[in-house]
């Protein structure tokens, strides 16, 4: 029984980590008063610059505009913030060792206990920017897996990342 339940702790601690879809990380302008930015529009010239399709473009804006009018902004065509993005994508190689501790399992009997997978990683910068002085004031930064497989994935990932992103806008918001 015990050896069984030692058995099975890998697969939780596997299946623990794969949850873990976007990893976000920001940073702002401590002296910035962010409860005074009510108003929003997209910063064209940054956006024009980031590496991918006009479409993912526009599915990543609108996303960040369906998640800045639900934390009670509007868009604006004299606003108080700018809304800039980025992106970034590599390729990323994992190797999984199935031999959990250095040990094999006795009922594997297959060819090799080594598994290589490949799989884009792609990396999100939302940025935004004080209106009147152009300068930065927060940046969130999603890193996940991508998936492009069709168009409503890859919707549905977009969503999530902006979503996960802007979890953390305004600062101090995700522990209200």
């Known amino acids: 029984m015990k050896l069984s339940k ?4 890998p697969i939780i601690a596997l299946l623990a980590v794969s949850c ?5 990380t920001t940073d702002y302008d401590t002296k ?3 409860s005074k930015y009510k108003t929003f529009a997209f910063y064209k010239k940054g956006i024009d610059k980031a590496p991918i399709s006009d479409l993912d473009k526009k599915r990543i ?3 960040i505009e369906a998640e800045l009018i ?3 902004m509007k868009k604006s065509s004299s606003p108080d913030v700018l809304v800039s993005l980025f992106t970034k ?3 990323r190689i994992n190797v999984n060792d199935n031999r959990f501790g250095g040990f094999w399992y006795p009922w594997y009997y ?3 206990p080594m598994r290589v997978s490949q799989h884009t990683e792609g990396t999100l910068f939302i940025d935004l920017l004080d209106a009147g002085k152009k300068e930065l004031v927060w940046q969130g930064i999603g890193t996940g897996a991508l998936s492009v497989s069709n168009v409503e994935r ?3 990932r977009i969503k999530e990342f902006v979503k996960e992103i802007m979890a953390k806008y305004p600062p101090g918001s995700q522990n209200k």
């Open 32 to 34: 910035v008063d962010f």
């Open 70 to 72: 639900a934390k009670g």
């Open 61 to 63: 804006m609108r996303a």
């Open 89 to 91: 994508s590599r390729e």
């Open 20 to 24: 873990v879809s976007v990893r976000v």
């Open 6 to 9: 030692l058995l099975f702790l």
């Open 110 to 112: 297959g060819p090799s």
């Open 154 to 156: 890859k919707e549905a």
